[in-house]
Nanobody, 126 residues
Framework: QLQLVESGGGLVQDGGSLRLSCAAS????????LGWLRQAPGKEREFVAA????????YYADSAKGRFAISRDAVKHTVNLEMNSLRPEDTAIYYC???????????????????WGQGTQVTVSS
């Protein structure tokens, strides 16, 4: 079964930190590159970060570089996003998403992801 379930969103103050986690089925974890994308109100969905295998490679949006870190846990079958120095403009629904390994396309393009979680809200107050 192909499945992604996010957790860890919430409300945090400007400059704070949050950790998002996404639980994947074993089949999903072993056959998909996994990433985080987000959608703010009135805006298009955008790429945040992705990780291909357990040790990488990793890809980050410019807005996430130096502040966010993505990782995979091969034992728990999770992909995690550590978010530091959060800003009000990071407020969005964050989605865990998967791209089947070996399929052509771009990790930076939301349209190239074919598996999605339900999303988790992240709100950063100023």
């Amino acid at each position: 079964q192909l499945q992604l379930v996010e957790s860890g969103g919430g409300l945090v103050q400007d400059g704070g930190s949050l950790r998002l986690s996404c639980a994947a089925s074993e089949q999903t974890f072993n056959t998909y590159a996994l990433g985080w994308l987000r959608q703010a109100p009135g805006k298009e969905r955008e790429f945040v970060a992705a990780i291909v295998w357990n040790s990488g490679p990793t890809y980050y949006a410019d807005s996430a570089k130096g502040r966010f870190a993505i990782s995979r846990d091969a034992v728990k079958h999770t992909v995690n996003l550590e978010m530091n120095s959060l800003r009000p403009e990071d407020t969005a629904i964050y989605y865990c998403a998967g791209r089947r390994l070996g399929v052509s396309g771009s990790y930076y393009n939301p349209k190239d992801y074919d598996l999605w979680g339900q999303g988790t809200q992240v709100t950063v107050s100023s």
